[in-house]
T-cell receptor
Framework: KQEVTQIPAALSVPEGENLVLNCSFTDSAIYNLQWFRQDPGKGLTSLLL?????REQTSGRLNASLDKSSGRSTLYIAASQPGDSATYLC?????????FGTGTSLTVIP | NAGVTQTPKFQVLKTGQSMTLQCAQD?????MYWYRQDPGMGLRLIYY???????DKGEVPNGYNVSRLNKREFSLRLESAAPSQTSVYFC???????????????FGPGTRLTVL
């Protein structure tokens, strides 16, 4: 069974700092890896999806990378803003199912 | 496009009561999913439907049943609710599973269920 881990569980940074969120998975035979954002009391919003044949994807200040051989993905957030405060989850998909990490709770301090 | 919609948004049940959570998507997606989210446990898959007419168990199916009514709708039923089923339930959909296809999973806003 795929196991997905996100470390750290919580992160607090001052506004303007660049930061990296980590996601690791145990089964490298994934189809793709998706990063989500979840605001308190809300659903999940898709940020980026990296296909298994890709190494990275970019959207605005976000850049996600994928290294299947080492079982790792990172989400890089440039020039963080208070509005980036949320929980970030990664999910690895193998076949029909997605396997989620427990998330990193990010606080950006003004 | 409304995306993925869920009803109700909130529900309180007594132990032993039954209810059905409704989910619909208007993106013509083939696959639909039901998850529950509990503090410290992340999202866990309850059931999924890879395509219309098929359903399969996920990680935590006990105490739940599902129906893929048509391509748009996927419902989750609790036949006899228990306090352990207090959770936030999310429905999701995506176009088609497969490697190297850009098939994001899209989520509904969730149903917050409390079982007393």
């Amino acid at each position: 069974k795929q196991e997905v881990t996100q470390i750290p569980a919580a992160l607090s940074v001052p506004e303007g700092e660049n930061l990296v969120l980590n996601c690791s998975f145990t089964d490298s035979a994934i189809y793709n890896l998706q990063w989500f954002r979840q605001d308190p009391g809300k659903g999940l919003t898709s940020l980026l999806l990296i296909q298994s044949s890709q190494r990275e994807q970019t959207s605005g200040r976000l850049n996600a990378s994928l290294d299947k051989s080492s079982g790792r993905s990172t989400l890089y957030i440039a020039a963080s803003q208070p509005g980036d405060s949320a929980t970030y989850l990664c999910a690895a998909t193998t076949g029909n199912q997605f396997y989620f990490g427990t998330g990193t709770s990010l606080t950006v301090i003004p | 496009n409304a995306g993925v919609t869920q009803t109700p948004k909130f529900q309180v049940l007594k132990t032993g009561q039954s209810m059905t959570l409704q989910c619909a998507q208007d993106m013509n997606h083939n696959s639909m999913y039901w998850y529950r989210q509990d503090p410290g446990m992340g999202l866990r898959l309850i059931y999924y439907s890879a395509s219309e007419g098929t359903t399969d168990k996920g990680e935590v199916p006990n105490g739940y049943n599902v129906s893929r009514l048509n391509k748009r709708e996927f419902s989750l039923r609790l036949e006899s609710a228990a306090p352990s089923q207090t959770s936030v339930y999310f429905c999701a959909s995506r176009s088609r599973p497969g490697p190297n296809s850009y098939n994001e999973q899209f989520f509904g806003p969730g149903t917050r269920l409390t079982v007393l």
